[in-house]
Every structure is written in C-alpha cells, then in structure tokens.
C-alpha cells in the first residue's frame, strides 16, 4: 500500500530557531514529492515541488531534501518566524501518465509546528 | 483574485439533510479533484475530472455523494442523507498538467461541514 509517513506530529519552536521535519514514503512508482504549507481552516499551499532527479530545493527560508534511494524527504526551515505557524504536509506523486493516471497525490498526515515568541 | 475558489466556506447541516458545494477552479485548468479532510489528517482523494468527464471515484466517495462538472469548469459536490461521518474539510484543487514535468496542484480554501 502507498504510504506517506511524517515525524514528528507535532512540534514547538521559539521564534528565530530552525528546525527540520521528516517524511518517509512508500509510494511506488514514484514520480515527485511535494511539501506543502497548510494554514488553520485553508487549503494547503505548495512550498517546494522536487522530481525523483532532485535531492534539494529552497524556497525561501524553506529548504527541501530528497533521498530517492531511502525514499526519505525533509524539509527544514531556517530562522522561524510566528507565521511559519502552520501544518507541514509531505505529498507524494506516482508517475501520471496523461487520462491513465490520475495524477492525485498521496498526502502525509502532517507536521503542526506551533511557533512561539 | 484568479485562484480556486469554494463556496459555501462553512455549512452547518442536520442529519440527512442534503449538502451541494461548489468549486470554481483556475479558468485554463482542465483537471479538477476534490478531497476530503478530517481533523490532524492530511487530505484524501475522493474524485477527479478532466474537463466534463469524471475519470475516478475513490472507494471512499459512497453512493450518497455525487460530483459533476456539466460545462467543464465548475463542479459541484452534493451529499445526500449527510451522517455525523461526513463531518470534514472537503478541498477542491486544480491543473494544468500540460507539457509540465509534474501536475501541480492548487487548492481551493475549502469547505467545512459540520453535521449534527
């Protein structure tokens, strides 16, 4: 079954310090991993979008990594500020092969990361 | 504004009654879904159209739900005899997979159901 499985569930910061947020999956096959950001009562964001052939992109203060190998994914996020108080969703996408697939993504159950003054 | 955009934000229902929501997805996009999420969870797929027609139906999406997207623009989302269980974000989202290496995906605000 393809599965996408984030760590931790929850986490606390203190404004200005970095932290990381881990995502293993198991889809297969595999054609790009996403992380994206969701607000309280919104739809999530895209944050960063990576092709099996990527292992790092940054997006601001948000940098993503991608291990295809170990099938392992993090983002980290430098500097926190209270708006980066959010749900961090890992989101894997199988190969989409135009009408026969679908595309749909198969989505982590998230991060809420609270970050406090 | 020239994103996904949902309508009602927020509806509060009895059981059994009938819900319709709506989604009105990027103007160029042909791909439409819809998803469903509950609290702590991420989403999860329930439907997808590319332009009128409705390509797949998640297991999830029982027969008291329907979707349909009649001009290939807009859709809409109706539960019929709505249970406690219905209870969720429903999220629509929106492509143009195109010659793009990857099919991203925009989300619409959502809307939130409560049934009582």
């Known amino acids: 079954k393809n599965q996408v499985e984030q760590s931790p569930q929850s986490l606390i910061i203190l404004e200005g310090k970095n932290c990381t947020l881990q995502c293993n999956y198991t889809v297969s096959p595999f054609s790009n991993l996403r992380w994206y950001k969701q607000d309280t009562g919104r739809g999530p964001v895209s944050l960063t979008i990576m092709t099996f052939s990527e292992n790092t992109k940054s997006n601001g203060r948000y ?4 291990d295809a190998d170990t099938k392992q994914s993090s983002l980290h996020i430098t500097a926190s500020q209270l708006s980066d108080s959010a749900s961090y969703i890992c989101v894997v996408g199988g190969v989409d092969h135009g009408s026969s697939n679908t595309g749909k993504l198969i989505f982590g159950q998230g991060t809420t990361l609270q970050v406090k003054p | ?25 990027i103007s160029e996009h042909n791909r439409l879904y819809w ?9 999860e797929f329930l439907t997808y159209f590319q332009n009128e027609a409705q390509l797949e139906k998640s297991r999830l ?55 009582l």
Do not use: W
């Open chain 1, 63 to 66: 940098t993503a990594t991608l």
């Open chain 2, 1 to 25: 504004d020239t994103g996904v955009s949902q309508d009602p934000r927020h509806k509060i229902t009895k059981r059994g009654q009938n819900v319709t929501f709506r989604c009105d997805p």
């Open chain 2, 35 to 43: 998803y469903r999420q509950t609290l702590g969870q991420g989403p």
């Open chain 2, 61 to 115: 999406l029982s027969d008291r739900f329907s979707a349909e997207r009649p001009k290939g623009s807009f859709s809409t989302l109706e539960i019929q005899r709505t249970e406690q269980g219905d209870s969720a974000m429903y999220l629509c989202a929106s492509s143009f997979p195109g010659l793009a290496e990857y099919n991203e995906q925009f989300f619409g605000p959502g809307t939130r159901l409560t049934v």
